[in-house]
């Protein structure tokens, strides 16, 4: 059907969206920003909204779930950091070299893929380690992380995670925050341990919007809103 003759479509506000951007780089403050765009920007259009974010030289980084959402985004023309937070199928590993992506990790198979590729290429990966801290959906367990660390000497291009993150289960709820403190809690410890293994994380992120908006002891060196 030729886009004339569609009967509905969506009006983006580039005012309003550089004015939520100015917002959240205000509670953000010095700490480094993460826009997420994944599943197509939320609907409002992955090739439409990059060129926006490219005009605010304050974001570090957008967020995808796929190769394939990273790879709109570099054709959209962002050149800057993607963070990749979807799991990569091990034969395309390869793709995140190729867009120069920072793939978020959680199972021992792709990190040693991802050391045994950056030995190969000659060329450090960026990685950040997903931290299980009650979502009960992606992450690693303490039980988990000496193999991981492990896996990381191993690899002199791989050396260390350079973040690690965690997902909120019930962040929104704007009344009762308890959850989200016990999961705080588990994340620290679990990046102590991190210390303790000797692959301290250069940075740590576990602001979604709702978080950084409500709950300002989950603002560490980056925020993804």
Not at 71 to 82: C, E, F, H, S, Y
Not at 180 to 202: G, S
Request: proline residues 4%.
């Amino acid at each position: 059907m030729k886009k004339e003759n569609l009967l509905n479509w969506i009006e983006l506000s580039e005012s309003a969206l550089s004015k939520n951007l100015k917002s959240l780089s205000q509670l953000a403050g010095k700490r480094a920003v993460a826009v997420s765009v994944k599943a197509n920007a939320y609907g409002h259009g992955l090739s439409e909204i990059v060129p926006l974010l490219n005009k605010n030289k304050r974001i570090e980084y957008i967020t995808v779930h796929s190769l394939d959402e990273a790879a709109q985004a570099r054709r959209a023309g962002w050149k800057r950091r993607i963070m990749a937070l979807g799991p990569i199928a091990q034969r395309q590993l390869k793709e995140v070299f190729a867009l120069n992506l920072e793939p978020t990790v959680f199972e021992i198979n792709t990190l040693r893929e991802l050391g045994k590729l950056s030995n190969k290429y000659k060329k450090p990966v960026r990685t950040h380690l997903k931290l299980e801290t009650g979502t009960n959906r992606q992450g690693l367990t303490e039980e988990e992380l000496p193999k991981f660390a492990k896996v990381y000497k191993t690899y002199p291009f791989l050396k260390k995670p350079y973040g690690c993150s965690t997902h909120f289960a019930n962040i929104e709820d704007t009344t009762n925050h308890e959850y989200a403190e016990y999961q705080l809690q588990n994340f620290n410890r679990l990046v102590k341990k991190l210390e303790t293994l000797k692959i301290k994380p250069d940075i740590r992120h576990t602001a979604s919007s709702a978080a950084l908006i409500l709950f300002d002891k989950t603002r560490f060196e980056l925020v993804r809103p």
